[in-house]
């Protein structure tokens, strides 16, 4: 298994930035998918992004797009996802997750299909 530890969240106002780190750990980071995910209280956890193995194709939700991006340095083993324009309703625990099976591409949208998850950051965002 691979060993995730996401940093960078915190509190934001409505319309500003963050970007959150998921560093990798133990395996071959560039034979894993990786996602992010988040989780807002008293709610399941949803998908909110994914990257392939080389960074060349990424998914993201609806409710992200044009909004957040994800990418990923395999030299550093480190997956990122760019947050801007933030609103309070993207307020949650975020997670990056990895998973060296390989599946249609829709399938990366489930939470099930990721093997290994990082501990979560909370991001805040106030109105």
């Known amino acids: 298994q691979v060993q995730l530890v996401e940093s960078g969240g915190g509190l934001v106002q409505a319309g500003g930035s963050l970007r959150l780190s998921c560093a990798a750990s133990g395996r071959t980071f560039s034979n894993y998918v990786m996602g992010w995910f988040r989780q807002a209280p008293g709610k399941e956890r949803v998908f909110v992004a994914a990257i392939s193995r080389s960074g060349g194709s990424t998914y993201y939700a609806d409710s992200v797009k044009g909004r957040f991006t994800i990418s990923r340095d395999n030299a550093k083993n480190t997956v990122y996802l760019q947050m801007n324009s933030l609103k309070p309703e993207d307020t949650a625990v975020y997670y990056c997750?990895?998973?060296?099976?390989?599946?249609?591409?829709?399938?990366?949208?489930?939470?099930?299909?990721?093997?290994?998850w990082g501990q979560g950051t909370q991001v805040t965002v106030s109105s």
């Open positions: 997750a990895g998973t060296r099976r390989v599946y249609p591409s829709g399938r990366y949208y489930y939470p099930n299909v990721y093997d290994d």
